[in-house]
């Protein structure tokens, strides 16, 4: 039997990460490099600004100061770059609030690529 959602506030995160990740794991460099929605930002960058938010929520919630994510020349660690930030987030333990606003984000970053 299956606990209720409440007991297991992350796991809407890591479903979201994951139905991420086998988005875009994937892709080629000038996948990563095409445009986002409506001529945004490249998609490299959208994902590399939900990694800095995710890094951003987990050191708030562990009490720590905010530190700057590198964006690393090659778009291709961006998923492992999202994994990392993700079991951070988790591992700090925040409210289920921080973290269902977390898997909207991604969710929303997700439909926009």
Same mark, same amino acid.
Do not use: I
């Given at each position: 039997?299956?606990? $209720?959602?409440? &007991?297991?506030?992350?796991?809407? *995160? =890591?479903? @979201? +990460?994951?139905? /991420?990740?086998?988005?875009?794991?994937?892709?080629?460099?000038?996948?990563?490099?095409?445009?986002?929605?409506?001529?945004? $930002?490249?998609? &490299?960058?959208?994902?590399?600004? *939900? =990694?800095? @938010? +995710?890094?951003? /929520?987990?050191?708030?919630?562990?009490?720590?100061?905010?530190?700057?994510?590198?964006?690393?020349?090659?778009?291709?660690?961006?998923?492992?770059?999202?994994?990392?930030?993700?079991?951070?987030?988790?591992?700090a333990d925040p409210p289920a609030s921080v973290l269902a606003g977390a898997a909207a984000e991604m969710a929303?970053?997700?439909?926009?690529?």
């Open positions: 039997m299956n606990a $209720p959602e409440a &007991a297991r506030p992350a796991e809407p *995160l =890591v479903r @979201q +990460l994951d139905l /991420l990740v086998r988005q875009v794991g994937h892709w080629t460099p000038p996948r990563w490099a095409a445009p986002g929605p409506a001529g945004g $930002p490249v998609r &490299a960058d959208l994902v590399h600004r *939900l =990694v800095q @938010q +995710l890094a951003d /929520l987990a050191a708030d919630a562990a009490g720590e100061p905010r530190r700057r994510v590198p964006r690393l020349e090659n778009a291709l660690a961006l998923p492992d770059q999202l994994r990392v930030m993700v079991a951070d987030l988790v591992d929303t970053v997700r439909q926009s690529l």
